[in-house]
């Protein structure tokens, strides 16, 4: 989803309240709270994250178009890279950052209370790209920014069927949920956690 402008990509996104067990929801429609659309940190966030997301799928791309068979080298090639950026701009921003799924092959990347109800809302609406929710985090108040993560076609060698999942994959993820995706498919999201000014350490 391409656009010329923050405001207009913002104001096409759900504003959600985190309240404990109870998330309330604004029409898809509607604008956000002027504070949250004119907040530079949050603006950022959506472009940070709209880069790594198109790192990742030119990588990924870049390595299948090679025609070599997924190895470990995928992760060196593709993942790696992918996560040390993103923990290189959450730890410049002073942001929290996670890629997160329901069907996880790492542990450390299970979906909290919080961003499953995200993730939720995301898939019942393919074409809601991201959402924004005022929340807080190990006792900072914020906002964080959850936007999908779309499976590709160069994904399918280490996230398609069970069997064809490589080796090195079946031997290091024992416990591996994340595979049996197709193209499209919700395959996760990013999440962001941006504290309030106040908060920022």
């Known amino acids: 989803m391409r656009v010329s402008s923050i405001h207009s990509l913002l104001a096409a996104f759900l504003l959600l309240t985190a309240v404990p067990g109870k998330v309330q929801e604004t029409p898809a429609a509607a604008p956000l709270a002027p504070s949250a659309a004119k907040d530079a940190a949050l603006a950022r966030a959506v472009h940070e994250v709209g880069r790594i997301d198109a790192l990742r799928s030119t990588l990924a791309r870049t390595f299948a178009a090679g025609g070599v068979i997924a190895t470990e080298s995928t992760f060196a090639q593709v993942c790696k890279p992918v996560k040390a950026e993103a923990m290189k701009v ?43 929710l005022r929340t807080s985090m190990n006792g900072a108040r914020g906002v964080r920014y959850v936007r999908r993560i779309t499976l590709e076609n160069a994904c399918l060698a280490c996230h398609g069927a069970r ?25 996760g999201i990013y999440s962001v956690f941006i504290p309030d000014a106040a908060d920022r350490r």
């Open 163 to 187: 069997d064809a999942r490589p080796g090195f994959v079946k031997k290091g993820y024992p416990n591996d949920r994340a595979f049996g995706f197709a193209s499209g498919d919700l395959r």
């Open 90 to 132: 959450a730890k410049a921003n002073g942001w929290s950052f996670a890629q997160l799924a329901e069907r996880n092959r790492n542990p450390e990347n299970a979906l909290d209370a919080e961003g499953r109800r995200g993730f939720r809302q995301l898939q019942r609406d393919p074409t809601l790209v991201a959402l924004v």
